[in-house]
């Protein structure tokens, strides 16, 4: 396969083949990592801006150290400590750091759409790294190679994600990347943070967490976005716990070697107890190490890698 994207907004137009072509990259990279020296030259002489206007941990770090990885020069942009402050608009600010000529940005906003418009107005890359409550695009892929390095394969597993679907791009992403590979997928949580029209991906909603947990081959547990929130979507974070929370009881309803998932960052006691984030299922900091793998394939790809680098 040829790839031809010059940007990776969302996976909503991800062909199953440029799922797969990423995921084989993704593989290649994997290996990199495993080496004694693990930096490989193919991006030698780019540069990787990366412009954040919300709080990061494993995005970032995981996009810095792909960058860096692959040989590109990477540089951070924080938004609380930028122009942005006294005012700069976010067309402005990308257009000054464009000046500099950077080949790919990686930007993460909480505004849905930032990405796609920026994308319009600038001629180098652009990667979204989250953009308010719509994509998140790596985290789906890396969601993606998380499962297949567990269990082998996609098609056909069950895999409940668990959560705040409402105000999650996690799951927007993972519904593609997960869905177009032929997973089984079951939305749960409260009705208020259930969008009925979901359903028409083909997933099952509902909001009994017990029917969502049963014979999964995969749980993901998401975080309540509590900065999204406007208003009161339940009773209480103590109520939520009870009803939503993962613990061994409920995990004692999936399958015997069902692998627990979670985007981070974890509320430890609210969505997962803290046995379950920490046991041996528990598939939460591979995801942290596929993320590199994979942020470092879609690096190479934009930049203009074909296939794997060596
Ligand atoms: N880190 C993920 C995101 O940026 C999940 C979360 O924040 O709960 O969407």
């Known amino acids: 396969m040829e790839w031809r994207r010059r ?5 909503s137009d991800f062909r199953p083949e440029e799922i797969e072509f990423v995921v084989d990259t993704a593989r290649s990279m994997e290996e990199v990592l495993t080496r004694d020296i693990k930096k490989v030259p193919a991006l030698r002489g780019k540069t990787v801006v990366n412009l954040f206007f ?42 000054n750091i ?3 000529t950077p080949n790919i940005l990686v930007i993460r906003h909480y505004a849905s759409g930032a990405p796609h418009f920026l994308s319009r107005h600038l001629s180098c890359s652009i990667v979204n790294a989250g ?22 394969k996609v098609a056909g597993l069950k895999i409940a994600i668990v959560g705040d679907i409402l105000h999650s791009r996690v799951v927007r992403s993972d519904l593609h990347s997960l869905g177009r590979m032929g997973a ?16 028409r991906t083909g997933a099952t909603l509902t909001s009994d967490i017990r029917e969502a947990v049963r014979d999964a081959d995969a749980i993901i547990m998401l975080r309540i976005q509590l900065e999204r929130q406007k208003t009161s979507f339940f009773p209480s974070i103590r109520e939520y716990c009870r009803r939503y929370g993962l613990n061994r009881a409920l995990f ?4 015997d070697d ?17 046995d379950l984030a920490d046991c041996d299922q528990s598939r939460i900091l591979d995801q942290v190490a596929s993320g590199v793998a994979v942020r470092m394939a879609l690096l190479y790809l934009l930049a203009g890698g074909s296939h794997a680098a060596h």
Request: proline letters at 5%; one cysteine or more.
């Open 7 to 11: 940007h990776v907004l969302g996976l």
């Open 54 to 95: 919300e709080a990061s941990t494993r995005t970032r770090t995981s996009f810095e150290m792909a960058g860096k990885r692959l040989s590109a020069d990477v540089v951070n942009f924080s938004s609380s400590t930028s122009s942005i402050t006294k005012g700069e608009t976010l067309l402005d600010t990308a257009r």
């Open 98 to 100: 464009e000046a500099m």
């Open 131 to 152: 953009d308010g409550a719509n994509e998140h695009p790596s985290q789906g892929l890396l969601d993606l190679y998380t499962i297949l390095k567990a269990k082998g």
């Open 184 to 199: 089984r997928l079951w939305l749960c949580g409260p009705e208020t943070l259930l969008p009925r029209e979901m359903a």
């Open 252 to 255: 004692s309803l999936a399958k």
């Open 258 to 274: 069902a692998v627990i998932m979670h985007p981070g960052p974890i509320n430890r006691g609210v969505e997962l107890s803290d």
